[in-house]
């Protein structure tokens, strides 16, 4: 009687059915989550410095106010939306640009396919040391192949100066992120019905036209979903990268937040400090951005 | 006679471009593999000998050559963290897979109370950045006592896989034909049924594609692995991240280390790739 | 009967199963001269003369500071023995996360260990709370190939000498730069901040907490000398990217002429051929001050500690016991070349033949000195590397630099 009242193979209801089936995935995901999620928040509103117990306590939003006039932490929003930004607009234009050439018909297209998703497939330590070996300052294969080919004069410690330092970091970021969005924008290529191409080689299109209004309309979703995903990884969920290859530096240069939240936290013993940097982030930084690409996404389909 | 010459162009131009997409992708990655068969001082030359002048597979032979050592039981730290990596990350790919289908299905075809809040916690759930909640991450773990266990570590994949599962299958699903579903349910079966005798068939595609995102997301994971895991159920990411003394960092090590353990995701993309873009065709556009 | 009997011994047997083999688990970084695993074979030979199980843990430096932060926060009952790093004594033992070792040391067991070590660790109420297991003191190193080449006589016993010697080598030919820093952003460039002012005599905080390395003229001294040892084009430019791994290799590599803060391994991997390109040109020289005389070492030892969650201290002590007693200190001096604890194996008949210029580094550790004691050590860290780099890339001016950094640290002077 009660396997025939709770059988989901049987069960047609959509609500009943709706709520089994989601059921286990939100207890998984946010039965190990919410607790983090909570901890650092009540932590967020405390002064919690480990090394100096005796000062810990609840000081509501002190640690927001304070965070706001951090020089340190005001240069890592900084840096961290210049990094995002940069990276994400070069990791969109490049995928879509590849995956339409790859969309093409030529011999190696499959070779080419597969070998795309090597830089996605590297362990993110493995990306971020072989990077940092080739931009050494001695020894680096980047050097080593610009002063070969004539264009450079002696080697150049390219991670010294804080802009080039900069500039590096989003190129190898783009190096390693830009096979997803390929990956994505060529599927979504794909499932563009040949017919509605064909209808406009026919009308006499020429090709930009054509990709102005047959391909981008239909890849616009796809470019949205890459976009969201990418600022998101760009703005939170970058570590390793800048952790190996120039650790914050040079003077902050490439400090991007969760640099930031890693020294408070681990090193300086600071969580409370640490959480509130994390949730104002968070706060300040990705939601306002879900909520742009989303309307960019609404007004370009319009 | 234009055409032909347009037309002509246009391939030279697509054929260097694919050229350069090549060169691109492969030069850091085959930079990466002389490297591990490089020693020091090759690697210190200037000016740089593209072939190394004495290649070894030295690097190699140290990854496995503590399975001798004092510590491990016979099998070396890189082997044993090799098997760490694909228990970790096949049972996480299958819970991750059983869990989102139904999941997915659930988010695409049906409308029950709370399908909007929960999609929004999905995404929500990525917002945190991840260094902030490792700590308390990890004091749940040790009050389970699941430190340094691949169950654990399993635990903590999915957390954050699941929902990319989820958003991937549920994009597939909402662009096959609803008429296909309700055919089959007019001939007396239920909505399950359906999912499972015609959907899921029809996403085989869409269900490797997900599979080889959920395996690299998996196999790749470092920070969290780093944290929870010690000596027994270190995986390959921890331990080529260890290759760092006090003073810097043994490259060549690491480089031997990254060539190996990158080896599974591409022969695994390779295999796969026809699938994967065919898989995320039907999923991506409707998403 | 017969059932009391098997009773009985299944009894006694469980009995026995729970006392026999104790076990600790430890966690400490894997020494960088320790390609062999001879620290493991130590822990081995611990295992079989004391029936404890060790649980032994070993990765690289950064990883298990990084985890001994995340278990110490949540209890640190999971170790029994951990690292406890000089740079961090001031801040653990204001977290109260190890336990004072007093009470489990036999009376008098530090006589004849080096002073220096044992103050480090040593908290403000007395008690000890660490004994080192890596005296990691670092020593001035020179290619004395390329300086008789040159006609140097001798190794520069102050900077500016050093300055005129790099000069004469590099018009020479001889050598690309002076020297090169590890000035890149981090954790080590705070060492070198200390090192230079520590060789001007110049100080960083007293022991309040205050900030003294903003009036101090010596301080500034030293800072204006690193500074113009770059704008003189002495010290390698690219020093802003390079780790100390870097720094090594360029030496190593015979691009340069001196190394400031060398690890003590570095005389074995200069024999090296598959490492080094000078064999047989290293020596060891005294450590160049501001001034004729006012030679300084810096020493960042790491010990081991027992933290106060631990469940096992009786036989976490008696590890600590085992592997920094004389004999284990011996065997691992002879087989990877780490400096000994106790004063009084540099002079052991066995190691001076292994290692002559041992003698030499036993002049310099009477005048190393540590690093500054502060529980907000790390913030210091934090600001110091930032703008000690843009003190170095000519962005400030050294005094400015010294007195945003003082600015930055406001909240945190006065606490020791």
Redesign the interface.
């Known amino acids: 009687m009660a396997i025939r009242l709770f059988n ?5 209801e ?6 089994t ?2 059921m ?3 207890i ?3 039965g ?2 919410l ?3 909570l ?2 928040f009540v932590l967020s509103l405390m002064n919690y410095d ?4 005796r000062g810990n306590g609840f000081i509501g939003l002190g640690n927001y106010i304070h965070l706001t006039q951090d ?2 932490f005001l240069n890592s929003v900084v840096v961290t939306l210049v990094f995002s930004f940069c990276s994400v607009i070069l990791e969109i234009i490049l995928g879509v640009a ?1 995956a339409l ?2 969309n ?1 018909d ?1 011999k ?3 070779i ?15 990306n971020a ?6 931009l ?4 680096g ?1 980047l050097n ?1 192949l610009l ?2 080919l004539g264009i450079l004069h002696g ?1 150049r ?4 100066d804080p802009s080039w330092a900069m500039v590096l970091i989003i190129l190898t970021n783009v ?1 390693k992120e830009t ?1 997803f969005t390929v ?2 924008v ?3 290529l ?2 563009i019905p040949t017919h509605l191409r064909e209808a406009a080689v026919m009308d006499g299109a020429g090709a930009v036209r054509r990709f102005i209004h047959v391909v981008l309309p ?1 890849i616009a ?2 470019v949205m ?1 890459c976009a969201l995903l990418q600022v ?1 990884w760009s703005l ?2 970058t ?2 990268l800048v952790y190996v290859i ?7 240069s490439t ?1 991007i ?2 640099m930031r ?3 408070q ?5 600071r ?1 409370g400090y ?2 509130a ?3 104002l ?2 706060i300040a930084l ?2 306002p951005a ?1 909520f742009y690409i989303r309307s960019a996404y609404k007004t370009t389909v319009e | 006679m234009r055409f032909v010459f347009k037309r002509f162009t246009f391939r030279v131009f697509l054929y260097v471009a694919a050229l350069l997409i090549a060169v691109w992708v492969l030069a850091p990655y085959a930079w990466l593999i002389i490297s591990s068969i490089s020693t020091k001082i090759d690697l210190l030359n200037v000016p740089l000998k593209w072939i190394p002048s004495r290649p070894t597979l030295e690097n190699y032979r140290s990854l496995f050559a503590d399975g001798q050592s004092a510590l491990s039981q016979g099998m070396s730290f890189f082997s044993r963290s090799m098997l760490n990596s694909i228990i970790v990350t096949f049972s996480s790919m299958g819970i991750c897979m059983f869990f989102g289908v139904f999941t997915a299905y659930a988010v695409a075809r049906l409308t029950f109370p709370g399908r909007k809040f929960y999609l929004m916690m999905l995404m929500g759930s990525y917002m945190m950045p991840p260094i902030a909640i490792v700590i308390p991450g990890y004091i749940i773990l040790k009050s389970l006592h699941l430190l340094d266990s691949r169950i654990g570590l399993a635990l903590v994949n999915i957390t954050f896989i699941l929902p990319l599962v989820v958003w991937i299958m549920r994009g597939f699903f909402l662009s096959i034909p609803l008429e296909l579903e309700e055919a089959a349910r007019i001939d007396g079966s239920s909505r399950l049924g359906a999912l499972l005798r015609i959907i899921l068939p029809l996403s085989v595609p869409g269900l490797v594609s997900a599979g080889v995102f959920c395996f690299i997301a998996s196999w790749n994971e470092y920070f969290y692995a780093f944290l929870y895991t010690s000596m027994r159920a270190r995986t390959l990411p921890v331990l080529i991240g260890e290759f760092t003394t006090k003073v810097g960092t043994d490259y060549l090590k690491m480089a031997a280390a990254g060539v190996v353990a990158s080896a599974p995701p591409v022969l695994l993309a390779l295999i796969f790739q026809r699938f994967l873009v065919r898989g995320l065709t039907e999923g991506a556009v409707k998403g | 009967m017969k059932h009391r009997f098997l009773f009985s011994l299944v009894f006694l047997l469980a009995c026995a199963s729970l006392f026999a083999q104790e076990s600790i688990t430890v966690i400490f970084p894997k020494h960088e001269a320790d390609l062999s695993g001879a620290f493991a074979s130590r822990v081995k030979e611990f295992e079989a003369s004391s029936q404890i199980k060790v649980n032994l843990i070993q990765m690289g430096w950064d990883d298990v500071n990084n985890k001994l932060t995340a278990e110490m926060a949540s209890g640190g009952s999971a170790y029994d023995v951990v690292e406890f790093d000089n740079g961090n004594v001031a801040a653990w033992l204001g977290a109260g996360w190890v336990e004072p070792l007093d009470s489990y040391m036999p009376k008098g067991y530090t006589n004849g260990m080096i002073p220096g070590l044992v103050d480090l660790f040593t908290g403000g109420d007395g008690k000890l709370y660490g004994i080192v297991w890596n005296n990691d003191t670092r020593f001035f190193f020179y290619n004395a190939g390329m300086l008789k080449k040159a006609g140097i006589a001798n190794p520069p016993r102050t900077w500016d000498e050093l300055v005129s010697q790099s000069k004469t080598l590099m018009s020479k030919g001889l050598a690309r730069y002076g020297m090169a820093g590890f000035w890149k952003a981090e954790w080590a460039l705070a060492n070198d901040f200390h090192f230079y002012a520590y060789t001007y005599g110049g100080k960083i905080v007293d022991k309040h907490g205050n900030i003294l390395f903003n009036t101090d003229p010596n301080t500034l001294a030293a800072a204006q000398e690193m500074v113009k040892m770059l704008k003189e084009g002495v010290v390698d430019p690219a020093s802003l990217t390079y780790d100390q791994e870097a720094v090594n290799n360029i030496f190593l590599k015979g691009d340069v002429a001196f190394l400031s803060q060398g690890i003590p391994g570095i005389m074995s991997y200069a024999q090296d051929p598959a490492r080094s390109k000078v064999i047989g040109q290293v020596k060891v020289g005294l450590v160049p001050g501001g001034k004729v005389g006012t030679s300084a070492a810096l020493t960042l030892p790491e010990a081991y500690a027992i933290p106060k969650g631990s469940t096992n201290k009786a036989n976490a002590w008696k590890f600590i016991e085992f592997m920094t007693s004389r004999e284990t200190n011996k065997k691992l001096a002879q087989q990877i070349g780490i400096l000994p604890i106790w004063s009084g194996q540099y002079t052991d008949s066995d190691l001076v033949k292994l290692y002559p210029y041992w003698a030499d580094f036993s002049k310099q550790m009477a005048s190393a000195k540590g690093l500054a004691v502060l529980t907000w050590y790390n913030n210091f860290v934090d600001v110091c590397i930032p703008e000690t780099q843009k003190m170095l890339s000519g962005k400030l001016t050294p005094k400015d630099a010294l007195n945003e950094m003082a600015g930055l640290l406001k909240d945190y002077a006065g606490k020791p």
Request: charged share 10%; glycine share 6%; no cysteine.
């Open positions: 989901p193979l049987t069960m047609d959509p609500r009943k059915l709706g709520i089936l989601v286990p995935s939100l998984i995901v946010f190990f989550l607790f983090p999620f901890y650092s480990l090394a100096r117990p020089m340190y590849i050439v790859m093409q030529f190696g297209r499959g080419l396919r597969a070998l795309i998703i090597i830089p996605w497939a590297l362990p993110s330590i493995v040391s072989m990077w940092s070996w080739i050494n300052a001695n020894y294969a080593a002063s070969q080697y410690p390219w991670i010294a190096w096979p990956i994505m060529l599927a979504a794909q499932g239909m979703q796809i979903i998101i939170l969920h570590f390793e120039t650790r914050g530096g040079p003077f902050n400090d937040i969760p939240i890693y020294w936290t681990f090193k300086g013993l969580f640490g959480a940097m994390a949730y982030a968070a990705l939601i879900v």
